[in-house]
């Protein structure tokens, strides 16, 4: 069993910035691979970032490049992701997952039926 709980979200302004966390709980990470995803109302569920927990590898959407940073502290269990020169458009629910299937070669996938836990979302809003 996993638990996720994220934290961080909140209103700020375009241009702004703002860091997500996610604290996991488990009983082994080895093999996981975590994602940040997003909702908007009225969209569908769409990935932003991923990271496998061993080797630390990410896989980004077109949307965020270079804008998001998604990374983990091993020593304290908990997945980040920095947002920065946050757009409107990056309005949504942000939903913290983790992928537990052992795939080799390890991938990154990035739709939202290959997670099988998920945290409760944190809301980011951005406005102009």
């Known amino acids: 069993q996993v638990q996720l709980v994220e934290s961080g979200g909140g209103s700020v302004r375009t241009g702004g910035s703002l860091t997500l966390s996610c604290a996991v709980s488990a009983r082994t990470f080895s093999n996981y691979k975590m994602g940040w995803f997003r909702q908007a109302p009225g969209k569908e569920r769409e990935f932003v970032a991923g990271i496998t927990w061993s080797d630390g590898d990410t896989h980004y959407a077109e949307a965020v490049k270079g804008r998001f940073t998604i990374s983990r502290d091993n020593a304290k269990n908990t997945v980040y992701l920095q947002m920065n020169s946050l757009k409107p458009e990056d309005t949504a629910v942000y939903y913290c997952?983790?992928?537990?299937?052992?795939?080799?070669?390890?991938?990154?996938?990035?739709?939202?039926?290959?997670?099988?836990?998920w945290g409760q979302g944190t809301q980011v809003t951005v406005s102009s």
């Open positions: 997952a983790t992928d537990v299937a052992v795939i080799r070669p390890v991938v990154i996938r990035t739709w939202s039926s290959a997670y099988a836990f």
